[in-house]
Structure formats: C-alpha cells, structure tokens
C-alpha cells in the first residue's frame, strides 16, 4: 500500500483519480475511538489521522474533494461542534506532502474551537484548507472564481455542519465566489451586507492583547515601545498602522513579499519603520532587541530553533499555530520568562467579527466593541490579564493555562440545539455523503 501521508499533493490527487475518488471522508467514533474512512483504500490514512497524539484531537469529522478541473485538493476540517457550527477561515496554501496539508488542518480546526470558546461564541472550530498547485495561476481571476465557487457548492453538501470565512490565501473576492454557492459562510464583501475583510478587527485585537502584557509586566502602554513585526500582510500591515497610532517609538518589520514590504515602507516614512524584506528562511527578525515580539505570518514558528534567539520580553501576534509542537515550545519561553500571549486568544477579533455578522450585520456594532474594552470580563485585554496571572501564580505556561480555560468552555453545548454538529456529520455518514456531487 502506497504511504499516502508521505506523497505530495499532486501525487496524492493522481492517486485519487486513479481510484476514482473525488470526495472522502473520515469521521471519528467516540464509542470505539477509531477514525473511520469512507473509502477502504484510504482506511491506512485514517489509521494515521487517528494514531496521531500530537495534532488529532478527536476531530469530529474530515471532509474532502477534489475540483472538476485543476484538481486541486480541497478541505473541511471539524474539530468540535459542542456550542455551535464549526466555524473558521479557509486556507489556500502550498503543502509539501499530504501529512502537512492534514497536520495543517487539523491544528487550525483545534485552534478555532478553543479561540471561540474564549470569544464566548456559541460557534464551534472547524478550518477549510486548499492546496495550491503550482501549475495553477494564482492571478487568474477566472480560475480562483471556479475554484472557491467550487468550495461553496462543496460547503452547501456538508449541511451546515461547517461555516467558512477568509483565511490566509483567501481575498473578499474570494469569498463573494463562495458565497455565491452556499449561505455558510461569512466575511461576504460590505456592499452585499456583510463584514468584508475580518484582517482590520483581528489586528485590533492584538494590540489589546499586547497592552494587556504590558499592564502585567509593570511596562506602561505601547507608548515608546519597540516592537518586532513578522509578515507585513493582511493583519501585519493594519496592526503597524495601530502601533504607530498608539504612539509606539519604533518598528521593525519583515515580510517575504519585497512589494509589500516597499508598499508599507513609503506608506510610513517618518514615522520609525525600519522594513525588510527577506527570504523565508532568515530568522534575522527573532534576534531583534524589542519589547514586542509579534509573528504575523505563517505558523509553527516558535520552536528549538527560533526561541533561543528571541531579545523580546512579549510574543503575542495573530499567526495561527505560532509554536511547532504547543507543549514544548510553550514550556521553553515560559522556562525563559518571555510573556508568551497565546495566538487563539490575541486574535480573535476576526471571527467575532464574522459571529456577529450572522446575526445581521451592524457598523459599530457594541457586541463587537466590548470584546476590546477593558472593563468588559471576557474582553481581550481581561482574558489576557486572567490567563498571565494564573501562569504566575501555578507556574503553569500560559499556553498551557489558556488552553485549560478554553477546553472547559468549548464542551458546553449550545443552549438551543445542542451538540447538533456530531448529529449532522453522522446522518452525512448514514447517507454516504462521498458519493453526492
């Protein structure tokens, strides 16, 4: 049998086609604690998801398929659906091989449930990933319009048991296209009503995030500071212009877009950006002398590596899944007293954002607002404040702690329709999903 796992993308779908498979399953049963495929030729795959102690979590339920034409990979991954749908962006990324388009996946789907237990949203985790193929023109407006309408039809099948948005890799274009094939989804584009880019909200909430740390560590406000910003993009560039608004003394940026990197540059000079652009492998940012570490780029940065380079006395930025392995590296800044800010609860903004969007969607919105006060008890800055203390006072690392808080949170079913998520995926089960579409 072929090791699927170790095959890239393009291997994996030629695999599929030879098979004729285009959509498959794995669904998680709690009674006898086994993954179980939809496919027999793909049941060693679930043999790995479910043998898995560091990512899998008891997800609920993979879903897949694979596009008409391009054949691209594409992706649903539902980690727990306790207090709601399973709700978070889909992601249009490179992934060397099949393990890491899965490890990918079902990290961001564990990292959505526990940011939106801390939101206090009744919505579940879930994540949408898409494998980019290199033979496929990103800047083709044509085939990015098929490809996520492509996704929509493929969220409609999924019966509600999933709620897309935007993610890295995806534009408010994008998501029109989705939208135009299914209602689960959120983050559609102003003029049609909804919150467009959720990009602007999560970086507001990582600098009420970062003011938190600072009140903690007896440092003041943002006033003065210096701070050491990894990628430049969609929440990168927004959370700059924050800074400098909060009166921050100097920045220095790094991204490996170079005109992205000039774009922010013109746009802020005179005001203390020192900006580069740089390749994918340079650490130079970690070494930076800075009171502010904040990773805004891709995930599993923080690790063996990468933290004993750190001069920062903060980390707290919005890229997902910031440490490589969570309880390792979690344990290694805490040992070396640098104030590690978990991810899912810095950024969360984004999502409430699109939560609050499904209710109607209101400019100014006060549910929205008191996410960033400081009097509010499930605000950002009180929940940072919570979650340090507690580290302090057991001598727990605060992932560790955050993640407590949030587990307990995330198993509290939705007052309304209970676990209905769990039912959902088993009647897709029951009625052999796979072979629709």
């Known amino acids: 049998m072929t090791d699927l ?25 709690p009674d006898t604690q086994r993954v179980l495929s939809s496919h027999p030729q793909l049941q060693p795959l679930a043999e790995f998801i479910g043998g898995d102690r560091r990512d899998f979590a008891a997800h609920e339920g993979l879903f897949f398929q694979v596009t008409a034409r391009h ?29 890491d388009y899965i490890r990918d996946g079902l990290r961001l789907a564990k990292g959505m449930t526990h940011k939106n237990a801390l939101a206090g949203l009744w919505w579940g985790g879930g994540k949408g990933v898409m494998a980019r193929r290199p033979d496929v023109d990103l800047e083709n407006s044509e085939i990015r319009k098929y490809l996520y309408s492509e996704y929509g039809l493929f969220i409609s099948s999924l019966r509600g048991c999933y709620v ?11 998501i029109a296209s989705v939208f135009s094939r299914t209602r689960f989804t959120t983050c559609i584009p102003e003029e049609w009503g909804g919150s467009g880019n959720p990009s602007v909200p999560t970086a507001r909430g990582v600098v009420s995030a970062m003011e938190a740390a600072l009140e903690f560590l007896g440092m003041g406000e943002l006033k003065d500071k210096t ?8 929440v990168g560039g927004p959370l700059i212009r924050f800074l400098f608004e909060k009166g921050v003394g100097r920045i220095v940026a790094c991204d490996i877009n170079p005109r992205q990197a000039e774009a922010l540059r ?9 900006v580069r652009a740089v390749s994918c492998r340079d ?15 891709t995930g599993a940065i923080l690790n063996p590596r990468t933290i004993p380079l750190l001069k920062a006395k903060i980390v707290c930025g919005a890229a997902n899944n910031q440490l490589e392995d969570p309880a390792r590296d979690d344990a290694a800044l805490f040992d070396r007293e640098i104030v590690y800010v978990p991810d899912f609860l810095a950024n969360r903004m984004g999502i ?15 549910l929205f607002e008191r996410h960033l006060s400081r009097d509010w008890e499930h605000s950002v800055f009180r929940t940072t404040l919570r979650v340090l203390e507690e580290s ?46």
């Open 227 to 234: 701070v050491a910003v990894q990628g430049m993009g969609n």
């Open 352 to 366: 409430v954002n699109a939560a609050n969007e499904q209710y109607g969607y209101i400019t100014g919105d006060p």
């Open 71 to 99: 054949d691209t990979l594409q992706g649903a991954f539902v980690h727990r659906t306790c207090r709601g749908q399973a709700a978070g962006g889909v992601r249009y990324w490179t992934y060397d091989a099949v393990e």
């Open 392 to 437: 302090k006072k057991t001598g727990v690392p605060t992932g560790r702690i955050a993640v407590q808080l949030a587990e307990r949170l995330s198993l509290e079913q939705h007052p309304i329709f209970g676990h209905r998520g769990r039912q959902i995926i088993r009647s897709l089960a029951r009625d052999r999903w796979e072979e629709s579409g």
């Open 164 to 174: 897309t948005a935007e993610d890295v890799g995806t534009s408010v274009a994008d």
């Open 283 to 297: 650490d130079s940012i970690f070494k930076e002398e800075c009171d502010i570490f904040s990773p805004n780029a």
């Open 5 to 29: 796992v170790r095959l890239g993308p393009l291997e994996f779908v030629a695999f599929l086609r030879r098979e004729r498979i285009r959509r498959f399953c794995f669904v998680y049963e």
């Open 266 to 274: 013109q746009e802020s000079a005179g005001l203390g950006l020192d």
